[in-house]
């Protein structure tokens, strides 16, 4: 079975700063997807990026971007300039790529504190 | 761009009630999954549907049942219901093997 770990249950940032979260996994699988989503006091939870495992690109969106080294199975989510409503809990999630309607396995997720 | 609906939104059962969540998924969309996470956790994946069958299934109790109907949207029927049942619970849908987007979740609490 796959498993997601975060080592980091809180971590905070001054506002406009940058900060990295860690994810790690194991997993046995060629084919996979990797995601960050992000759940703030309104407990939606809110796609922030995705990472394909055939892809050696690491995924940028905005001010989010990752560092996938797929050798280590690490998957870290880079927030640059940040801002208040970046407040959340974070979470890092692993999908399977081989079967439609495949589980997401949830990291127990990183709580950011954004400081003004 | 339209987003998953769940319905209700709160939900509050006694002991031994039953329950029924629907969840209707973005259009175009095939797949629904179901998810629970309690207060302080993650989410935890209790079943998915592709094109109206079961395709993945997981710590779903036998008191919990689900179906997708023909015009893709989904009900969670939770029986006998438990204090423990009290959590957040979530749909997603995707396109096949696309990413999953999550409803706004009903908010279950059992007393």
């Known amino acids: 079975a796959q498993t997601v770990t975060q080592s980091q249950p809180e971590m905070s940032v001054q506002e406009a700063e940058t900060v990295t979260l860690s994810c790690t996994y194991d997993?046995?699988?060629?084919?996979?997807?990797l995601f960050w989503y992000k759940q703030p006091p309104s407990r939606q939870m809110i796609l922030v990026i995705r990472?394909?495992?055939?892809?050696?690109q690491n995924a940028t969106e905005n001010r989010f971007s990752v560092n996938f080294q797929k050798a280590a199975k690490s998957f870290s989510l880079k927030i640059s300039d940040s801002q208040l409503g970046d407040a959340a809990m974070y979470f890092c999630a692993y999908r399977s790529g081989e079967t439609s309607g495949s589980r997401l396995t949830f990291g127990e997720g990183t709580q950011l504190t954004v400081n003004p | 761009a339209a987003g998953v609906i769940q319905s209700p939104r709160h939900l509050i059962k006694e002991k031994r009630e039953t329950a029924t969540l629907k969840c209707y998924p973005i259009p175009r969309h095939d797949t629904v999954y179901w998810y629970q996470q309690g207060p302080g956790q993650d989410p935890q994946f209790l079943i998915s549907f592709y094109e109206k069958m079961q395709s993945d299934k997981g710590s779903i109790p036998d008191r919990f049942s689900a179906q997708q109907f023909s015009d893709y949207h989904s009900e969670l029927n939770m029986s006998s219901l438990e204090l423990g049942d009290s959590a957040l619970y979530f749909c997603?849908?995707?396109?096949?093997?696309?990413?999953?987007?999550f409803g706004p979740g009903t908010r279950l609490t059992v007393t």
């Open positions: 997993t046995s699988e060629s084919d996979y997807y």
């Open positions: 990472q394909e495992a055939y892809k050696q």
């Open positions: 997603a849908s995707s396109s096949s093997t696309r990413e999953q987007y």
